[in-house]
């Protein structure tokens, strides 16, 4: 069983910054990439910004110089620093890890965690 743990979001004015944690633990093999998601209501899930276990980013347009991505790989935690958000980035942001065991690849969300920002 893999678990994670989210923690760090709110409410929080635009403008404003918000620093998302997420911690894996449990039977966790050969990482192959953490990353940060988000569903608005009535709203399919989309990408906020991933990392590979070589250090590699990718980010959503919209999030790009406003967001960043970064990991504590001895910690197996990954962190999400959100700069001058905006309205538009209310939602329910999900963690998510990537694994590999035995060839099979592995897929895993945290329970999520609210933000809401203000005008």
């Known amino acids: 069983q893999v678990q994670l743990v989210e923690s760090g979001g709110g409410l929080v004015q635009a403008g404003g910054s918000l620093r998302l944690s997420c911690a894996a633990s449990g039977s966790i093999f050969s990482i192959n990439a953490m990353g940060w998601y988000r569903q608005a209501p009535g709203m399919q899930r989309e990408l906020v910004a991933r990392?590979?276990?070589?250090?590699?980013?990718d980010y959503a347009d919209s999030m790009k110089g406003r967001f960043t991505i970064s990991t504590d790989n001895a910690k197996n935690t990954v962190y999400l620093q959100m700069n001058n958000l905006k309205p538009e980035d209310t939602a329910v942001y999900y963690c998510?890890?990537?694994?590999?065991?035995?060839?099979?690849?592995?897929?895993?969300w945290g329970q999520g965690t609210q933000v809401t920002v203000s005008s």
């Open positions: 998510n890890l990537v694994h590999t065991h035995r060839s099979v690849q592995y897929s895993h």
């Open positions: 990392i590979t276990s070589g250090g590699s980013t």
